[in-house]
């Protein structure tokens, strides 16, 4: 008897939980194209996005990816999806700034990069575009923020935009829909694992 | 020549970046299997090891995923790995709390889900090994967390596994080899945005 009261006082703590959840649901009904962006030190924010970018694929959408900072073209997450008919993989990057050591050719790659982001966000048949890496390039000024955040507001209404990178700038936050900072608790590389393949490119 | 000074500057600083992270890089030089845990109340627990699944699978692996709450299959991701001839995808899940409303069921259903995931735990043939909404199953006392972290711990040396959900218990964290805490900085749902295909699911 006991057990049958625990269980129906279960019963009617979910009920009450689940009307005000449907509730909440029901409140949510614009549809739209959303911005969104992975910050923070933590392991996860291309990841996420390339966890997305399958999602979005499993729903039928056509999907670009232009990697900012990134030059090889050895990853899995690219040896997975660069073949695939409905997505455009870029890697345009030269490494990062300690690798090329040459801010003149930096600012360069990043506005060749940016401008084939212009042309997706221009391009309404575009469902969701990637921009890997790309806080980098106003965390170090190489494109103006007033700009990009423009052209990011201008796009095609049911076009999705997901930003990555350490330190997004604030104004980049404030136009932004979904915000998730991937907050470093532990990472296996500071406790001397190497980078694994599969796990870490 | 102004200029090319801080061109040269910036040269010899970016040398020095270089110098201490390559020291770093080749300290890591441990491989073996991770354990990763994505946990916090924002977006991308799930959807990151997602993407850890597309690198995986792009590097040849074998993987398998478990959703452990989870009992829709219309999802964009389960639609686009399902039928990859390196992926097991399993819905074992029956729904959140709310929906069951039946505390004894959901016991049995995470007891059988967590049978399917120790079979892939003493196989050494799975590279990657997805529980996905895994912490709920310890959170609610639906699984004993020592038992739990016996089997994780004793895994294939080489095996990866990364655990998603929110409220990841402590002893979890403790056996993990890296965590990465999602923040809630925004969501889209809050301002009112419907939970959109192929990016909520």
Same mark, same amino acid.
């Given at each position: 008897?006991?057990?049958?009261?625990?269980?129906a006082?279960? &019963?009617? @703590?979910?009920?009450?939980?689940? #009307?005000?959840?449907? =509730?909440?649901?029901?409140?949510? $009904?614009?549809?739209?194209? !959303?911005?969104?962006?992975?910050?923070?030190?933590?392991?996860?924010?291309?990841?996420?996005?390339?966890?997305?970018?399958?999602?979005?694929?499993?729903?039928?959408?056509?999907?670009?990816?232009?990697?900012?900072?990134?030059?090889?073209?050895?990853?899995?997450?690219?040896?997975?999806?660069?073949?695939?008919?409905?997505?455009?993989?870029?890697?345009?990057?030269?490494g990062?700034?300690?690798?090329?050591?040459?801010?003149a &050719?930096? @600012?360069?790659?990043?506005?060749? #990069?940016?401008?084939? =982001?212009?042309?997706?966000?221009? $391009?309404?048949?575009?469902? !969701?575009?990637?921009?890997?890496?790309f806080?980098?390039?106003?965390?170090?000024?190489?494109?103006?923020?007033?700009?990009?955040?423009?052209?990011?507001?201008?796009?095609?209404?049911?076009?999705?935009?997901?930003?990555?990178?350490?330190?997004?700038?604030?104004?980049?936050?404030?136009?932004?829909?979904?915000?998730?900072?991937?907050?470093?608790?532990?990472?296996?590389?500071?406790?001397?694992?190497?980078?694994?393949?599969?796990?870490?490119?």
């Open positions: 008897m006991q057990d049958a009261d625990r269980e006082r279960h &019963q009617a @703590r979910m009920a009450r939980k689940k #009307a005000i959840i449907d =509730a909440h649901i029901a409140a949510a $009904d614009e549809e739209r194209g !959303l911005l969104l962006i992975n910050t923070g030190n933590g392991k996860g924010k291309s990841s996420a996005a390339f966890g997305v970018l399958a999602r979005a694929l499993g729903h039928g959408m056509n999907c670009a990816v232009i990697q900012f900072i990134k030059s090889r073209s050895d990853t899995g997450e690219e040896a997975f999806f660069r073949d695939h008919p409905r997505v455009k993989w870029h890697v345009m990057g030269d990062f700034t300690w690798d090329t050591q040459n801010d &050719q930096d @600012r360069a790659t990043a506005r060749t #990069a940016w401008e084939q =982001a212009v042309g997706y966000l221009r $391009d309404p048949a575009i469902d !969701l575009l990637i921009l890997d890496e806080t980098y390039t106003l965390k170090y000024g190489w494109l103006p923020l007033e700009k990009v955040s423009r052209e990011l507001m201008s796009r095609p209404e049911m076009q999705h935009v997901i930003i990555t990178g350490r330190a997004a700038p604030e104004g980049l936050i404030e136009i932004a829909d979904t915000v998730t900072t991937m907050d470093l608790t532990r990472h296996a590389y500071h406790a001397g694992v190497k980078a694994m393949p599969g796990i870490e490119w």
